[in-house]
């Protein structure tokens, strides 16, 4: 019985350390962002990139001037604004939810569509041109929680292997 304590204590932390390699991968693998710079003209705008359903879209940028740059998401033909006043900012809609702040001097932005694909803009609304440095990130929100969830399990598994070895361990002593 000790002994089977301490076998499958072993097995377990070793399965539980492959789980977590697994979804640590994964996790890394989806917080990859995509950087650029960019010089906007008075008036002039970028699309950032696209969400659909099921994705998450988060944009992240500083600018020249180090005030905010309007943001805006375009879904269907209509723009809906989404710009990082200094505060944080949370809507939601039949649209998604898209949720805006600064923090740390980068001005935030995030778009997850409930049922329609929509794009995120950035544009300068100020009257001299602006350099913009931004990074872009495109999650799969359901790769994303089942990644999360690997790395809970993982650690749970963990734990039951680290107590089984334990009681093998002080059983086997007796």
Do not use: C, Q
């Amino acid at each position: 019985m000790r002994r089977g304590f301490l076998v499958a204590g072993v097995v377990l932390i070793v399965l539980a350390l492959l789980i977590f390699i697994v979804g640590a991968y994964g996790i890394g693998k989806s917080f990859r962002p995509i950087t650029a710079n960019v010089t906007l003209n008075p008036g002039e705008s970028i699309r950032i990139g696209a969400a659909t359903p099921g994705s998450t879209l988060v944009l992240y940028y500083i600018d020249s001037l180090g005030k905010p740059l309007e943001a805006y998401i375009n879904v269907n033909g209509v723009n809906l604004t989404a710009t990082a006043n200094g505060l944080v900012s949370i809507s939601t809609n039949e649209t998604g939810l898209v949720a805006s702040l600064r923090r740390s001097g980068y001005y935030i932005v995030v778009f997850a569509p409930s049922n329609t694909t929509g794009s995120i803009y950035l544009m300068n609304n100020y009257s001299t041109p602006i350099t913009v440095n931004y990074g872009v990130v495109s999650l799969n929100t359901y790769s994303a929680i089942l990644t999360g969830l690997l790395v809970i399990l993982s650690i749970l598994l963990g734990i039951v292997g680290l107590v089984l070895v334990v009681l093998g361990v002080v059983m086997g002593h007796r």
